[in-house]
């Protein structure tokens, strides 16, 4: 007979052995009305900062469930300083591409407003509660930061020294300064000593404008590079990035 799959959620409460914990709104209603879970039933738990805990339903209501923390299963990891910035897109492939992102290792998710932008209002609600439960389901110890929606000229405008920017441009092929990822993050490494502050910036359906790309690519941290051949859906370029950032700059290599 199979055994039932531990439920994982994400609460954002300091765990410990012995604490007792209440379980309501959304962790409350998957786990009690979703996955049918009972008194006596285990639990995962994490925060994002003390690694993932076994916990013990010791009561349930209507959508609620009371919890005590057992014991630590699990040491808080580091996770790679990746930012993943990008134009809004159409809600069904946002959801996709957030869930993707988290799954991927991205440790900041934030909007970015362009010239070709075609939405300019977004829940960061939604896409929050988007980010915990891919994070919830593929076990990472962490959810990525959902920051608001900015314009790309403030964005750059304030540009932190210390973080790279790899900037994935549609028209960079045959570029002679714009590199596959792999031999883009070889040439930083080379004389930046392998730097662990990036992000990864995305462009809007129909790219960015011509004077967005110069006012990019001015920038001193930015690092171009191109994604192959063929133009990407925005969706579809997130996933190849951060899979390809991941492979030679990130946590896929230990």
């Not at 580091?78 to 959801?95: N, S, V």
């Not at 070709?116 to 609600?125: A, G, Y």
């Not at 300064?177 to 730097?195: D, F, I, K, S, T």
């Amino acid at each position: 007979m199979a055994t039932k799959h531990t439920a994982r959620l994400y609460i954002d409460q300091d765990l410990k052995v012995g604490a007792e914990l209440l379980l309501d709104g959304n962790p409350g209603h998957y786990l009690v009305n979703v996955m049918r879970r009972k008194m006596g039933d285990p639990v995962t738990l994490f925060n994002g900062r003390d690694g993932d805990w076994m916990a013990e339903i010791v009561k349930t209501g209507k959508g609620r469930a009371m919890v005590v923390v057992r014991q630590n299963i699990a040491a808080q990891v580091a996770e790679p300083d990746l930012w993943y910035l990008f134009a809004p897109i159409k809600k069904a492939r946002l959801d996709y591409m957030v869930e993707k992102a988290t799954e991927l290792g991205v440790s900041l998710i934030r909007p970015v407003l362009t010239d070709r932008t075609n939405l300019d209002r977004l829940k960061e609600d939604k896409i929050r509660l988007s980010a915990i439960e891919a994070a919830e389901q593929c076990e990472r110890m962490t959810v990525p930061q959902v920051a608001p929606l900015i314009k790309l000229t403030d964005l750059l405008a304030d540009w932190p020294e210390d973080r790279l920017i790899m900037f994935c441009d549609e028209d960079g092929a045959g570029d002679q300064n714009c590199y596959p990822v792999g031999r883009a993050v070889e040439e930083v490494n080379a004389w930046q000593g392998r730097p662990d502050k990036w992000a990864i910036l995305i462009g809007p359906e129909g790219g960015f404008s011509d004077a967005e790309r110069a006012l990019i690519r001015a920038l001193p941290q930015v690092v171009p590079v191109t994604l192959g051949p063929r133009i990407l859906r925005a969706d579809t370029a997130a996933i190849a990035a951060i899979a390809l950032w991941q492979s030679f700059a990130g946590d896929w290599q230990t």
